[in-house]
């Protein structure tokens, strides 16, 4: 991730708004009504996906000899003739690759000799609820493991109570705790609820320190959703002209398919602009999602529609 | 050829065509005949119709003459009855179009893509799903017209003329009504854009409609004004300018035809400073660079509060920005074609005009060709033409306010009165907003949004009528006779023989809540046959305007709750039991008791009539309050002196109207008698004002006044003059039968359809 780090700014709270849940809706439904894009262009915009995905795996069955699959897709997403199809030069790679903190060791040594970086989750994800130095530990031991991307859930109780102040405080403990890497801070929208909320809470971490806000840690009963989306995008403009400091989104959980690969990237490109198409200032949190933008890829090449057992597993 | 590194460079959208070939294979099979009597006749007298993004003819079609029109209208009548005799067949042909237009939607969508401009987003998103949406509605009221709409009757031949804005949304809102409600059409697409009409018609054949029930005849100006004049027509609808729907009120005064008109507008958007600002931008996206702007019910005046004016301003012209105008049959445009090089011309001129008069001028980019970019014009006076004019092209104009009551007399102040978007995190504020700005449709944070079962019209130079739901079906039901009472006679003004019968009495005018006498100081003598009833004071002009004046300050009563207003009427009836001896030597007694009891009834009614909640989105919740228009003329019958006016003047006041009341000539002087006896019973003065004098006069007064909102007239001597003079500020008019009822509340009252989605 080149992108500067985000400076904390102090707390302010009278920027939040109320965020009209409908007006949001309609416009997240509309946005991916009104772009179209096929063909060639098509797959150039799905390439960019993989380039900005956190190829992720985050689960209690996780092994090291897991993971280590999991990097080799990373380095090497799709087959070389659908490379040499589309015209690459090179084999492109994903934007990162996103494991427990645990993991964290094996993913380097897999990955080592690519420049892909390895993405922990800290703090106790995905709940979050343990003591603060813990939760401090646990973000130390994986910059230790390696990670260079950290990726932190907040305390949801902060922001359902109003308690802005503490979770301030808690996110700046922990950008502190990242060191060098870059944090992603996981609001966990699905328990948030309201766009007002989700507003709210974005703008606290952005002025706390986050380098990117990330909707989702994939396990809440609502994940990533585009009126989410939408309003934390706004966020990040409203914090940038507040600031001129510039933040990263990183949409997680659920997101399957190839289309949603698409919405995502004209949401990124019609509510923030081409910069926000890079990896360093954008990221998608999927793991199936690759699976079937490998499958459109081929299907651009050949014209036949592709099968998923002739593919390399992630 | 771009390569796939080079797009990732860029990241641009690249094309993304919408087919053309099965729309210009259904185009190959022209050139167009006319739809009469259930088959297309040989194409004669052709004219292009042309695609405006491309500069291409897409088809020639046929110009329909006066014979042509009255071969439509024969075979219509024709189809008539036995149309009307069969509500299940009725509702089965509606849902068989519901359903072709769902086969054949891409097929539509591109079609109307090709001849109006708009992009195929919209045609395939909104245009085509709303018109199916209509056929499948109105097929339920066919089957339910007798259980909900008992002895109610269609108007007969349904003579229909549309714009080209929505081609096929706006004949669907035509035809889809009129046919569930019995009647048979004659309809009239736009000259621009009559091509999807024409599938329309091929598709009715495929849907079963039998021949003559819908017949669409293609043309120019010259062909409407033959189906207007046209004797066989029974009720005209006609959606279009403000200026043609005048001329076409002048034309149908008096000749007995129903009449609905849905005009222009210049729609406020008003931006509280607590609104959601991002959603409220987009609210502009959706209500003004929708359809290129060309929406009677676009929100083309942005009313913003000072303190978010800022802040909104750079939003929105950050927005302008990502809005792509271009090739309507690309699936990523926003902004299409602007149906006509005239219309584009004269989008031109008035924002020109517009900048002359001071507008700071910010605008996206288009191509050359047809296409015009978003425009916004920043920091213009309410006096700025662009403010004032119906645009109908991409072009929104921006005002900053003060208060809420700052941003509700900017609102209103304006001829029209079509529709409102209102923008507030608050839904008290909002509501607040809501029942004050005059508009017939108010969407809270949202813009823009139609359905088959929301009413749909407007008020003011807006017209009226309104299309959707039950209240749409009620314009194409007929409603009782017209009173058929006698002409008034001769007033002679001149001293006269008879000795009063006892000490003389005067009476005089009521205005204002005082007696006053006529301005031209003047009385005549009314008769009953030689006996002299009285004198009754001679009233001109400027007693009508006096009066006006005088019900206009008297708005607290339609601020009133109906229960107030009920127990002020229910003290009414009760006064006029009280002087029922004296009124005898007026009026026959029977007639004094039947007003007391019609007090009584619209007593009862003033807190009952209610408005209704309609079954249109998830999560949406669609008002349709019922309000008083304000200030209403009443022209009295000339029989029934005093039952005759109470029967205008109750179901008037019921609703919360204020009204200005020419009594019945032959005999004025029960009416006046009223006078006194509403101020002892509580009306508030202005309420009820009565001028009595040459019936003829006053009602033209009266019905030319451009700040009375509505006319009842059951005299039928003046409906035709009355209706004529209407056409100023286009006031509905309405041709009161005898008798009372739910007929005559609901005439005294506009319907506004107010819009609130929901969700936490």
């Not at chain 1, 609820?129 to 859930?153: H, N, S, T």
């Not at chain 1, 490109?269 to 699976?291: C, K, Q, T």
């Amino acid at each position: 991730m080149t992108h500067p780090h985000n400076p904390a700014t102090p707390l302010d709270t009278a920027v939040f708004h109320g965020v009209n849940r409908p007006a949001a809706a309609r416009r997240a439904t509309s946005l991916t009504a009104r772009r179209s894009i096929k063909g060639a262009h098509q797959a150039a915009w799905l390439l960019n996906a993989i380039a900005c995905m956190d190829l992720t795996t985050l689960a209690g069955d996780d092994t090291p000899d897991r993971v280590r699959r999991l990097c080799g897709k990373a380095r090497r997403p799709l087959a070389d003739p659908v490379v040499a199809g589309l015209g690459l030069a090179d084999m492109p790679t994903t934007g990162a690759v996103c494991v427990y903190p645990t993991m964290v060791a094996a993913a380097v040594a897999a990955l080592e000799g690519s420049d892909i970086p390895v993405a922990s989750v800290a703090t106790g994800f995905p709940a979050g609820l343990m003591p603060l130095d813990l939760r401090l530990a646990e973000i130390r031991y994986a910059v230790d493991q390696g990670a260079r991307e950290i990726d932190i859930v907040i305390t949801r109780a902060h922001v359902l109570g109003g308690d802005w102040a503490a979770l301030y405080d808690e996110i700046v403990a922990m950008k502190d705790a990242c060191g060098t890497a870059h944090m992603k801070a996981i609001l966990a929208t699905g328990d948030l609820v309201t766009l007002s909320n989700v507003y709210a809470a974005s703008m606290v971490a952005m002025q706390a320190g986050a380098d990117f806000i990330k909707t989702s840690t994939g396990k809440e009963g609502v994940n990533a959703t585009l009126p989410v989306g939408l309003t934390m995008c706004r966020a990040i403009r409203d914090h940038r002209a507040a600031t001129g400091h510039v933040v990263g989104f990183k949409p997680a959980g659920g997101m399957k398919s190839a289309k949603d690969a698409l919405n995502w990237q004209i949401l990124m490109a019609e509510e923030l602009g081409r910069d926000w198409l890079r990896p360093g200032l954008f990221r998608l949190g999927a793991s199936s999602m690759l699976g079937d933008i490998e499958r459109q890829l081929e299907h651009h090449v050949t014209g036949r529609y592709a099968a998923s057992h002739r593919h390399a597993l992630a | 050829m771009t390569t796939i590194p080079e797009i990732l460079d860029t990241m641009a959208y690249g094309p993304a065509p919408e087919s053309t070939a099965a729309a210009r294979d259904w185009l190959a099979r022209g050139p167009f005949g006319l739809f009469i009597g259930g088959s297309f006749t040989a194409p004669d007298d052709l004219f292009d119709v042309r695609d405006p993004a491309r500069d291409t003819v897409l088809a020639q079609v046929t110009h329909a003459t006066e014979a042509d029109v009255d071969a439509a209208v024969q075979a219509a009548r024709a189809a008539q009855p036995a149309w009307e005799a069969d509500p299940a067949l009725r509702a089965r042909v509606l849902y068989a179009l519901a359903r072709q237009v769902q086969k054949r939607e891409r097929l539509f969508a591109v079609l109307e893509s090709l001849d109006n401009g708009k992009p195929i987003r919209e045609t395939r998103d909104i245009d085509i799903p709303l018109v199916a949406r209509h056929f499948y509605h109105h097929a339920g009221w066919a089957t339910l017209l007798a259980d909900e709409f008992p002895n109610a009757r269609a108007h007969g031949v349904c003579g229909q003329i549309i714009p080209w804005n929505f081609p096929l949304l706006m004949l669907a809102w035509k035809v889809a009504p009129a046919l569930a409600a019995g009647n048979t059409v004659v309809l009239k697409p736009a000259e621009d854009t009559p091509l999807t009409a024409l599938l329309f018609a091929k598709i009715c054949q495929e849907a079963g409609v039998p021949p003559g029930v819908v017949n669409i005849v293609t043309g120019d100006g010259a062909t409407g004004a033959a189906i207007v004049a046209h004797d066989g027509v029974d009720k005209i609808a006609f959606t279009g300018s403000t200026e043609v729907g005048q001329s076409i009120r002048r034309a149908t005064a008096g000749s007995g035809k129903a009449l609905t008109l849905e005009l222009g507008g210049k729609s406020p958007f008003i931006v509280m400073p607590d609104a959601d600002l991002d959603a409220a931008v987009e609210g502009v996206v959706d209500a003004v660079w929708f359809n290129q702007g060309e929406v009677c019910c676009a929100g083309t005046r942005i009313l913003v509060a000072e303190s978010v004016a800022e802040t909104f301003r750079n939003r929105l012209i950050a927005r302008m920005k990502t809005l792509r105008v271009g090739d309507p049959l690309d699936k990523s445009t926003d902004i299409g074609a602007i149906v006509s090089p005239a219309q584009l011309a004269r989008i031109r001129d008035l924002v020109a005009k517009g900048v002359a008069a001071g507008a700071v001028v910010h605008e996206g980019t288009a191509p050359d060709g047809c296409f015009c970019p978003p425009i916004l014009l920043d920091k213009v006076s309410p006096a700025n033409p662009c403010v004032s004019e119906e645009i109908f092209g991409p072009v929104v104009t921006l005002q900053s306010f003060r208060t809420p009551p700052e941003a509700i007399e900017l609102a209103n102040a304006t001829r029209y009165g079509l529709a409102a978007s209102i923008w507030s995190e608050n839904l008290t504020v909002a509501m607040d907003l809501a029942a004050q700005v005059k508009a017939g449709v108010v969407w809270i944070n949202a813009t823009n949004m139609f359905d088959a079962n929301a009413p749909f019209g407007g008020m003011r130079a807006s017209g009226f009528g309104r299309e959707g739901a039950r209240e749409g079906m009620t314009a194409y039901l007929r409603k009782g006779q017209p009173a058929q009472g006698a002409a008034p006679g001769v007033i002679d003004a001149s001293p006269a023989t008879g000795t009063p019968d006892g000490l003389d009495r005067t009476h005089k005018l009521y205005i204002g809540g005082a007696q006053k006498r006529a301005d031209g100081g003047a009385s005549w003598s009314v008769m009953s046959g030689d006996t002299r009833l009285g004198h009754a004071p001679l009233g001109n002009r400027k007693d009508i305007r006096n009066a006006v004046d005088a019900a206009h300050k008297a708005g607290g009563w339609t601020k009133m709750s109906g229960h107030q207003r009920a127990q002020v009427l229910y003290f009414l009836a009760e006064t006029l039991d009280h002087h029922r001896d004296g009124l005898d030597t007026l009026v026959p007694m029977e007639e004094i008791d039947a007003g007391i009891a019609c007090t009584m009834y619209y007593a009862a009614w003033a807190d009952k009539l209610s408005g209704a909640v309609h079954n249109t989105q998830s999560a949406h919740v669609t008002l349709a309050m019922r309000e008083a228009f304000g200030v209403v003329g009443l022209i009295c019958p000339e029989e029934t002196p005093l039952l005759g006016a109470l029967s205008l003047i109750l179901p008037a006041m019921a609703m919360g109207n204020r009204v200005v009341v020419v009594p019945s000539q032959a005999n004025p002087l029960a009416a006046l008698e009223l006078g006194p006896m509403l101020g002892a019973s509580d009306v508030p003065g202005g309420v009820v004002n009565i001028v009595s004098g040459p019936v003829a006069d006053l009602a033209k007064t009266l019905a030319g006044h451009d700040d009375v909102a509505a006319l009842a007239c059951a005299q039928p001597s003046v409906a035709q003059m009355v209706e004529h003079e209407s056409a100023g500020n286009l006031k509905p008019v309405w041709n009161a039968p005898e008798g009372q009822g739910r007929d005559w509340l609901d005439a005294m009252v506009q319907v506004k359809t107010i819009w609130v989605p929901y969700g936490a």
